[in-house]
C-alpha cells in the first residue's frame, strides 16, 4: 500500500490527455465500481463563488450542534490536504486517506480521473464507511460538470455568485449562475440569496422542478441583521462569517430537520483559517489572512477590515494568480490602504510587476512591490509600528505560505 505522501505526488502529476473535457461520464463510471453510498445519510451539497467554506463550516456546526454524525468536504486546502475531508470536525488520516485511494486505484482500471475527481471518490469511499447521518459537500468549481455533482444532493444551497473561473464557466454572471445551478435536482429543496444572479437560478430551477428558496434577512438602522428560519429568529451580527452563509446554512438546517437549541450560540463559534485570521507578530503588529482572490470577496474584507479600528497604518499584500481578476480586485481594496504587490511562481503564477501595472493603469499608487512572498514577509517588520495592521489577501497557496512563516509559528 502507498502513504498518502506517495499518493499526493503521484496525483499532483496527473494532466488531462488533450481529449478529456470536463464531464461526469468517466466519474460516474469509476463510482459505480467502488462502494459509495450515502443512504441512510443525507446530501447537502454547496456551490457559489463566495461563502462556500463559511457555510460548509456553519452547518456542520448546526449538525454538531443537533447531535449528527456529519462529514465535511472542502477545497482547496491551506496547509494539509487531509484538511478537505472531515468527519464530526475532525480531519481523516492519511492512512484512512491512502486506503481510500488505493480503493479509487483498483476501481478506476484504464479510466482517467483527474487530481480533483480522483480525490473526491476518496472522500466519498471514506464517508461511506463511516456510519454518518450527513455528507455537507462542497463543489469545487461550477456545479454542473463537478466530481461532487455524481450524487443527487437532498437539499442544495448556492452561495454568492461573482465572476470567477470564466474560462470554464462562462462570461457573465447569468451563464456562470447557470453552471452553478446544475447541481439543482427535480423535486428537491434549494435554498440561495437574493443577489444578481437569482433571476437565472430560478430559471434553471423551473426547468429542472427544483424548489428553489430565497434566503432574505433584515438589517435595521443600527446594522443587527436579523433573519426568520422556522422555528427561530435569528440574530445573525457579530459572527465571524458572512451573514449569507450563516442564513444559508440555517435554511439548509431548517430543510434537514436539524434541532438546535441555541443557533446564535452555535453559529458564534464558527470560524475559518484563512478567513480573515487574525496573527500578531512579534513586534506587535496585527495581521489578518484572507484567501479572497475576485473583487466581490476582497470588496467583503476591505467593509469588515474597515470596521476593525486600527491606530496606525493600514497595509494590503496582494499576490494573486495569472486567471484572476486583477484590476477588479485593485479597485476593490480602499484606495487609502498602502498597497504592497508581490509576485506568485509556478506556471499560473502572476508577477509583481504585472500587479504593479494594473495599480498603475488605475491611477494606484504601490508602496512596496517584492517578487516572492517569502522577501516581503521577511522586510516588512521593520518597516511597520506595532499599531499598523496588515491584511494579507489573494491565492490559497499564498496565503497558506504566509500563515506558515516564523512570524506566526
Avoid at 434553471?204 to 428553489?212: D, E, F, R, S, Y
Wanted: with cysteine.
Amino acid at each position: 500500500m502507498k502513504t498518502w505522501l506517495q499518493w499526493e505526488a503521484d496525483l499532483n502529476r496527473l494532466t488531462p490527455p488533450e481529449q478529456i473535457m470536463m464531464g461526469l461520464d468517466r466519474v460516474q463510471v469509476v463510482a459505480s465500481r467502488l462502494p459509495i453510498r450515502p443512504q441512510p445519510a443525507r446530501v447537502c451539497t454547496i456551490a457559489g463563488t463566495n461563502g462556500k467554506g463559511s457555510t460548509v463550516e456553519a452547518l456542520g456546526a448546526l449538525a454538531q450542534a443537533s447531535g449528527l454524525r456529519y462529514a465535511q468536504y472542502t477545497s482547496p486546502h491551506l496547509c494539509r490536504f487531509t484538511e478537505r475531508i472531515r468527519i464530526n470536525g475532525a480531519e481523516v488520516s492519511e492512512t484512512v486517506l491512502a486506503q481510500a485511494c488505493d480503493q479509487v486505484e483498483a476501481a478506476r482500471g484504464e479510466t482517467f480521473l483527474t487530481f480533483f475527481e480522483f480525490t473526491t471518490l476518496a472522500a466519498l469511499v471514506i464517508f461511506t464507511a463511516s456510519d454518518l447521518d450527513l455528507w455537507i459537500l462542497e463543489v469545487g468549481l461550477g456545479g454542473r460538470l463537478d466530481a461532487v455533482n455524481i450524487l443527487d444532493a437532498d437539499v442544495s444551497v448556492i452561495t454568492q455568485i461573482g465572476l470567477d473561473h470564466q474560462a470554464y464557466l462562462g462570461e457573465t454572471i447569468e451563464a456562470i449562475a447557470r453552471e452553478k445551478a446544475g447541481i439543482l435536482r427535480a423535486q428537491r429543496p434549494a435554498w440561495t440569496v437574493r443577489q444578481a444572479a437569482t433571476p437565472a437560478l430560478m430559471e434553471v430551477a423551473a426547468q429542472c422542478g427544483a424548489m428553489l428558496h430565497v434566503v432574505d434577512w433584515m438589517t435595521d438602522p443600527d446594522g443587527r441583521s436579523e433573519v426568520e428560519i422556522r422555528p427561530h429568529r435569528v440574530c445573525l451580527s457579530a459572527l465571524d462569517i458572512p451573514v449569507a452563509s450563516a442564513a444559508l446554512a440555517l435554511a439548509a438546517a431548517s430543510t434537514l430537520g436539524l434541532s438546535v437549541s441555541d443557533p446564535v450560540e452555535t453559529l458564534q463559534r464558527v470560524s475559518l483559517l484563512g478567513r480573515m485570521t487574525l496573527r500578531t507578530d512579534p513586534r506587535g503588529v496585527r495581521w489578518w489572512f484572507d484567501v479572497a482572490h475576485n473583487p466581490q470577496a476582497v470588496a467583503y474584507v476591505m467593509t469588515r477590515w474597515q470596521m476593525l479600528p486600527v491606530l496606525g497604518h493600514r497595509f494590503v499584500i496582494l499576490g494573486l494568480l495569472a486567471d484572476k481578476d486583477a484590476s477588479g480586485v485593485l479597485a476593490a481594496i480602499d484606495a487609502d490602504i498602502n498597497l504592497i504587490v508581490v509576485g506568485l511562481t509556478g506556471p499560473r503564477g502572476r508577477s509583481a510587476a504585472n500587479l504593479a501595472q494594473h495599480a498603475a493603469q488605475q491611477g494606484r499608487t504601490v508602496w512596496r512591490s517584492f517578487d516572492t512572498l517569502q522577501v516581503a514577509m521577511d522586510a516588512l517588520p521593520t518597516a511597520l509600528q506595532a499599531d499598523d495592521a496588515v491584511v494579507v489577501l489573494g491565492s490559497f497557496l499564498m496565503v497558506a505560505d504566509a500563515l506558515t512563516h516564523d512570524d506566526f509559528l
